[in-house]
């Protein structure tokens, strides 16, 4: 009986349980996992899983040996046949065999396989992590198969294509099923995939007869006349077919696809066939996508998987994915090599596990299996994560097994720059698990930007946990799915050109599959059986064109008829000179063009064309795009680039403050020709102030400098009506500091190095859109102002007032930092403005470098709100014996931080740091009946908060550390002081940011 395989794949029955049943009551699909069993059982409640499926055999001559190949099983298995147990393993990403002849009966035969929980399994295991996953399912995912062999099978197949000879180099392993001598001969036939032309063939044998102790090889070379490569353009297969015969039985078959192509790095750069390749994709994280409850078989239906991984992506200029940790279901290898879908395949090593033998084992048997997938161009064994012994020691081994394929971590690594959402729009210095822009330009290895956006959304456009972080900061605190939306689309086209214009080899923003409702989410809408792409995928078929480019513009803000200068960058990553027609207009917000310019360009093979446009602006305000496109000679669009801009008319503060003089203290003279271009009057003397200043302006870090009697003269004016600014006081400091103001008024500066999350904004929010501080300010105005890398508005600095404040606009992570905060004091009050207007006042100033401060009209309005806001006077401080109004006056932390309030409401806005027990303390105006209160944003407060109110103890009060908002209502408790006590287990809980709200 010569060799047979039959597949397995199908229905099966299940039942989950410590010990094999005597009853099976549920079905299941293999592959698939335990969740799809029918009619089902709650899987989390077990460690163990039994399949059942019977087949028929014939009886078998004592040479034959049937085998089982379990392609991937997660969590170990145990397999049995006919009440015998045959054996048991623990990979979970590559096959498992096992050897039934011995067991095996004539006729009907029962076989059952035990398989475990993620947690069954030994510490030895490489199994891995992912701190993302929403949940690890346990099932046969893989598909399952019966191998009918006679004297021995084959064991290894490696391919290796050799352009230089034309060919591809073979290189055949066998192993031995039975310990008697048969003669060997092995066939071999190379055909083209498609049209089964034959290339060539041949036959090994052997002279005598060997006795198979071990594993014996083969090796020969095959040279291709007129060799088509394999590109994502072209993915022309060839296969090999072979035929291993044990005298004159055929004991096994083999045929693997292939592709002839050759990808590596040269110069710094990847180069796929001797030409220089930029790799343009993302991730498809594959074992998150197994979590997703609404996935169903979907991860098996070769339909579905067409679709997602070649239909849509090549519709967006899309080729090149990473697999995210862990190896896919097999099938989308398959369908990556026959249409051309470029491939780096991670191991799930979110940090490893398991022992240096173990992970030898596994990643080898993960390169043989995979070898052969001409859409695999590099192995990737681990993700933001370091590990010496894989690096040094695993990896030079496995490059034994494969030499023609690149590893990250060892020959280059990439880079997750998390930037312009979670970070600072631009960094200069490492943030996070990524270098820096100027050190990522230097690279000597390639660059790979594998990971940016942090801005997941789910089917429904709702914003998962871990963009819930960065929402607030970008858009305030009201928002819609469709606002989340356009934002994703926005920031996945500013970030991919970007790193388009700076040359890098692969960039590819994350995630594009996942699980919806998880931390990453994916980018479709509605279920995901449809595949309805969300908004930023049109705009990354733009960013991608292989024929496309991108406007280098961060400057925003423009005058009427201001005369501009940027630069265009062209990109043809083709393999023909084209020809294009560039257009350069304006488009409004309501669809209406301007046309600036055209011109035609012609760029050659892989160009990247840098082009200087120069052009005047409308005369009239304007609140848009300036697009630039290509257009083919006489016919249509091929690709677009557009930046958000406003024209904005250069404002004239008409404020007139002859009666109240305005006291500059600044070491600059910006601020000084922009008072005198407004006819402001102002001194710089203290001498010449008779009577009462309006407003004292102190910019940057002037008031670190204040002597006390600065200070008793600052209080004077301001307890008489004098409003005291101090404009961006954390100038220059780095460190702590504690800065005197007044007598009793100080500020606690802080600078923040936010190596992970943070950094400097470039986005402001303000708490009430109608407040005097942003008249003429829209919204957009307040998002990434002209120069300093992107748009700085507020550094990465902690500026405390030890007295009560009101934020007026805020930033950051949840908007936990207070960009303009407000002090009233006696007829006075003390503004602190921390948004940036320096190097953004001086109309006359030129566009300079490209990241350097230019005149920004937006600053200029604020400014003149600042002042006139100032010049207004303030009403009078609430006298807490004449007013019978049931509010807050002081809350002080453990660490003597001094909270926002609000009437009724306190507003944490900061990080809570340090460890132990935290103490929230807050003052009430007088002792008032309190019958509840409303505590907000609780993600990190433990469970063991106590509550006091003077001499009533509210102990022990039972708080989900996952709940948003909880309430709590009790009979009226009379107090003036209400104290909060709680643990904090961590040294640097950044997400500990809470409201309380009293209810009267």
């Known amino acids: 009986m010569d060799y047979k395989r039959t597949s397995l794949s199908g229905e099966w029955l299940i039942e989950p349980g410590p010990r094999k049943p005597a009853t099976y009551r549920n079905k299941i699909m293999v592959p698939g996992l335990v969740d799809m069993a029918k009619p089902g059982f709650k899987w989390q409640d077990h460690q163990y899983f039994w399949y059942r499926h019977d087949f028929e055999m014939e009886a078998l001559a004592a040479s034959k040996q049937l085998l089982l190949q379990l392609e991937q099983v997660q969590f170990g298995t145990l397999v049995y046949l006919n009440e015998e147990l045959i054996g048991g393993n623990i990979p979970c990403y590559t096959s498992q065999f096992f050897n039934l002849s011995p067991a095996l009966h004539k006729g009907k035969n029962r076989l059952e396989i035990r398989v475990g929980s993620k947690n069954t399994l030994p510490a030895h295991s490489a199994v891995g992590n992912d701190f993302e996953k929403l949940s690890f399912i346990p099932g046969i995912w893989g598909d399952a198969w019966l191998h009918l062999h006679d004297f021995a099978r084959i064991d290894w197949l490696r391919i290796l294509p050799d352009l230089s000879r034309h060919g591809a180099e073979f290189h055949v392993e066998f192993e031995p099923l039975t310990d008697k001598a048969r003669p060997l001969l092995l066939d071999y036939r190379l055909v083209e995939k498609k049209s089964r032309r034959v290339i060539a063939s041949g036959s090994f044998g052997l002279e005598k007869p060997v006795i198979m102790e071990k594993k014996i090889s083969a090796d020969w070379f095959v040279a291709i006349e007129n060799a088509e490569l394999w590109t994502p353009e072209n993915p022309f297969l060839y296969e090999i077919e072979l035929t291993l015969k044990a005298g004159e039985v055929i004991s096994d078959r083999r045929s693997r696809a292939f592709g002839l192509r050759e990808f590596g790095i040269r110069d710094g750069h990847f180069y796929l066939n001797g030409v220089r390749r930029r790799l343009f994709g993302s991730n498809i994280a594959f074992h998150r996508l197994l979590s997703d409850p609404e996935r169903q078989y979907l991860p098996w239906d070769p339909d579905w998987i067409k679709k997602v991984l070649v239909d849509i992506p090549k519709a967006h200029n899309m080729f090149f994915f990473r697999f995210h940790l862990g190896h896919a279901y097999n099938k989308w290898y398959d369908i990556a090599d026959e249409y051309g879908i470029m491939l780096q395949d991670e191991w799930m090593f979110w940090t490893p596990t398991g022992t240096p033998k173990q992970i030898s084992k596994v990643f080898a048997d993960w390169i043989k299996e995979n070898g052969h997938h001409p859409s695999i161009v590099m192995w990737d064994p681990l993700n933001e994560s370091k590990d010496e012994v894989i690096t040094n020691e695993i990896i030079p081994k496995m490059k034994l097994i494969d030499p023609s394929r690149i590893w990250e971590t060892a020959d280059f690594s990439e880079d997750h720059p998390y930037i312009y959402s979670l970070g600072p729009v631009l960094h200069e210095a490492k943030f996070g698990y990524t270098r820096s822009i100027p050190d990522l330009q230097n690279s000597p290895t390639p660059v790979m930007v594998n990971e940016y956006l942090w801005w997941w959304l789910d089917g429904q456009g709702r914003p998962s946990e871990l963009t819930r972080w960065v929402v607030e900061r970008w858009l305030g605190r009201k928002v819609t799915a469709e606002q989340l939306l356009e934002h994703q689309a926005f920031l996945a086209a500013e970030l991919t050109e970007l790193f388009r214009r700076l040359d890098f080899d692969a960039i590819m923003p994350f995630v594009y599959l996942s699980a919806g409702p998880g931390a990453t989410s994916h980018w479709f809408r509605g279920a995901l059986s449809d595949l309805q792409p969300k908004p930023l995928l049109q ?32 990109f043809n990553d083709t393999l023909n000179s084209v020809s294009v027609n560039c257009r350069l207009s304006l488009v409004a917000d309501k669809k209406k063009e301007t046309e600036l310019m055209r011109f035609d360009l012609s760029l050659a093979p892989g160009q990247i064309l840098k082009q200087s446009v120069a052009f005047d602006l409308p005369a009239k305000t304007l609140d848009g795009w300036l697009t630039a496109a290509l257009f083919e000679a006489g016919g249509g669009e091929i690709s677009h680039s557009r930046k958000k801009i406003q024209i904005i008319n250069p404002p004239s503060w008409a404020i007139k403050n002859e009666t109240k003089p305005l006291l500059l203290w600044d070491e600059s003279d910006e601020i000084e020709h922009c008072l005198r271009r407004q006819n402001l009057i102002f001194t710089r003397n203290t001498g010449e102030v008779t009577g009462v200043p309006g407003v004292i302006l102190l910019n940057g870090a002037v008031c670190a400098r204040l002597t006390p009697d600065d200070q008793n003269l600052l209080n004077n004016w301001v307890e008489q009506g004098s409003t005291l600014i101090l404009q961006e006081p954390e100038l220059g400091l780095t460190g702590q500091h504690l800065l005197p103001v007044l007598p009793d008024l100080n500020l606690w500066v802080q600078y923040r190095p936010d190596p992970e999350r943070g950094g400097y904004d470039s986005a402001v929010i303000p708490e009430s859109q ?88 937006a600053a200029e309005i604020y400014l003149g709100n600042l002042l006139r806001y100032s010049l207004q006077q303030p009403e009078p401080a609430t006298d807490p014996e004449a007013d019978n109004a049931y509010k807050m006056v002081r809350a002080l932390s453990s660490d003597g931080t001094v909270y926002d309030i609000e009437q009724l409401k306190l507003y944490a806005r900061w990080p809570v740091y340090g460890q132990g027990r935290q103490r929230l303390e807050i003052e009430l105006y007088k002792k008032t009946a309190i019958r509840g209160l409303i505590l907000d944003k609780l993600k990190t407060i433990p469970k063991d908060c106590v509550f006091t109110f003077d001499e009533n103890r509210l102990e022990n009060f039972q708080i989900a550390e996952e709940t948003s908002r909880v309430r709590f209502e009790f009979d009226p408790v009379y107090c003036s002081r209400f104290v909060m006590e709680y643990t904090v287990s961590s040294s640097a809980v950044d997400s500990c940011l809470w409201e309380v709200e009293l209810v009267e």
């Not at 480019?549 to 201001?562: A, V």
């Open 770 to 857: 109608a407040h005097p501080l942003w008249e003429n300010l829209a919204p957009k105005s307040l998002f990434i102002w002209n120069g300093a890398w992107g748009g700085e508005m507020i550094s990465k600095h902690h500026v405390r007032p030890n007295q009560p404040f009101r934020t007026l606009a805020s930033c950051n992570l949840f908007l936990r930092v207070p960009a303009v905060l407000e002090i009233p004091r006696g007829r006075g009050r003390v503004l602190i403005s921390r948004l940036q207007v320096r190097g953004r006042l001086n109309r006359a100033q030129d566009n300079g470098a490209l990241y350097e401060r230019v005149y920004d009209p």
């Open 539 to 570: 705009e990354l078929k733009q960013a991608f064109s292989p024929v496309g480019l991108s406007i280098e513009l961060w400057n925003r803000h423009f005058t009427p008829g201001q005369h501009t200068e940027t630069t265009i960058y062209f």
